[in-house]
């Protein structure tokens, strides 16, 4: 998201249109984090000391950390997608996201949030709250939506 956009606030609408988008980028988040975890348990295992010097061993090594080190690289470019979208990521293991919004009752910022696994944005709270503080959005009250 450019400067121009950073500014930007959100209707709930507008957050469920970008739902299957970041539920997409979180399912690809956690499947290459887990894949690197996987990696760097085997390297991390205890090597027999007679192995440590091969070459073919310290090659594989090499390979495998690198490896891993570029699935999180990818993983960073799942929750960057999110980021641009003008997500604030607040919780990587439930997927948790909340958006700008400004509330047209009292003119006063809020976040809409969003939890991976909600097919709808239905909650808010102040910007100095957070996930337990989460409220229902009202649809007859239009400074939520």
């Not at 739902?19 to 690197?36: C, D, G, S, T």
């Not at 007679?50 to 073919?56: A, F, K, L, Q, T």
């Not at 090594?61 to 699935?71: D, G, T, W």
Request: proline share 3%; hydrophobic share 40%; charged share 30%.
């Amino acid at each position: 998201m450019d400067e121009l956009e950073q500014n930007h606030y959100f209707s709930a609408d507008e957050v469920n249109v970008l739902i299957p988008k970041m539920e997409e980028h979180f399912q690809n988040f956690w499947a290459l984090r887990e894949n690197a975890q996987s990696i760097l348990q085997e390297v991390r295992k205890k090597v027999p000391e007679d192995r440590e010097s091969e070459p073919d061993f310290i090659a594989h090594h090499q390979m495998r950390q690198s490896q891993a080190h570029f699935l999180l690289e990818q993983a960073k470019v799942e929750l960057d997608a999110i980021m641009e979208m003008g997500g604030l990521i607040k919780d990587l293991s439930i997927g948790l996201v909340d958006f700008m919004h400004l509330s047209a009752e009292d003119n006063e910022e809020v976040l809409l949030c969003w939890k991976y696994g909600e097919k709808k944005v239905r909650y808010w709270h102040d910007t100095d709250e957070g996930f337990g503080a989460r409220r229902p959005i009202v649809r007859n009250k239009p400074h939520l939506q």
